[in-house]
């Protein structure tokens, strides 16, 4: 049952999407999806922020922590059955800052 409206919704998706270029042309933007969505019936506003950029310190760190992690992850999957670093620890936080992620 899930796989046939998971399907559904793909067929629903790519029929939408054909719609709008074909309404659009090739050159249709996500704000020509969303209009052509909401039939122009609410005032909305699509904003960008730009990454910030990392510097060559933070950089530096990742390569080092990427290193490291190539090594640990084994024995960390073997031992808690789960890998990586959650920003939600003292140690993730400092990795996510020293790297540049969070």
């Given at each position: 049952m899930i796989k046939q409206e998971t399907n559904s919704m793909y067929l629903r998706?790519?029929?939408l999407l054909a719609e709008v270029i074909e309404e659009h042309g090739e050159t249709a933007s996500a704000k020509n999806a969303i209009d052509y969505l909401?039939?122009?019936?609410c005032?909305?506003?699509?904003?960008?922020?730009?990454?910030?950029?990392?510097t060559?310190?933070?950089r530096l760190?990742?390569?080092?922590?990427?290193?490291?992690?190539l090594f640990?992850?084994?024995f960390q999957w073997l031992l808690t059955g789960k890998t990586g670093v959650t920003s939600k620890t003292k140690l993730g936080r400092r990795v996510c800052a020293m790297?540049?992620?969070?």
């Open positions: 998706s790519k029929k909401i039939d122009g019936t005032d909305y506003e699509i904003r960008e922020y730009p990454r910030p950029r990392k060559s310190s933070q760190w990742t390569c080092f922590f990427m290193f490291v992690f640990v992850i084994p790297s540049g992620e969070g």
